[in-house]
């Protein structure tokens, strides 16, 4: 089992930043370097979506629409991921969750989310 505790959202105006952090634990006998981390959102009335991926080996992905103002990194030393969020605009509104799976197979964790919420 992984615990992943999303941690940083809030209230901010448009065009400002958050850094959202996922810290994890557990993962008893199997090291966090081997899940791959992602970030997702749901908006109100939409769907839940992938937003940023990292793998074990540090490639990234953004979608298109956070692409050049959010960036996904890791630490494993210290079982952490981060989202940092630039520019933030109002459709951004939406509780980020962290996630952690192996691809390839069924194992995957997500957290309780944190609110992040753009507005004037």
């Known amino acids: 089992q992984v615990q992943l505790v999303e941690s940083g959202g809030g209230l901010v105006q448009p065009g400002g930043s958050l850094r959202l952090s996922c810290a994890a634990s557990?993962?008893?006998?199997?090291?966090?370097?081997?899940?791959?981390m992602g970030w997702y959102r749901q908006g109100p009335g939409k769907e839940r979506e992938l937003v940023a991926r990292?793998?074990?080996?540090?490639?990234?992905y953004h979608t298109d629409s956070v692409k050049d103002r959010f960036t996904i990194s890791r630490d494993n030393a210290r079982k952490m991921v981060y989202l940092q969020m630039n520019s933030l605009k109002p459709e951004d509104t939406a509780v980020y969750y962290c996630?952690?799976?192996?691809?390839?197979?069924?194992?995957?964790?997500r957290g309780q989310g944190t609110q992040v919420t753009v507005s004037s």
């Open positions: 990292i793998t074990r080996d540090g490639n990234t």
């Open positions: 996630n952690a799976d192996i691809p390839g197979t069924s194992t995957t964790f």
């Open positions: 557990g993962a008893s006998g199997i090291s966090f370097r081997i899940y791959r």
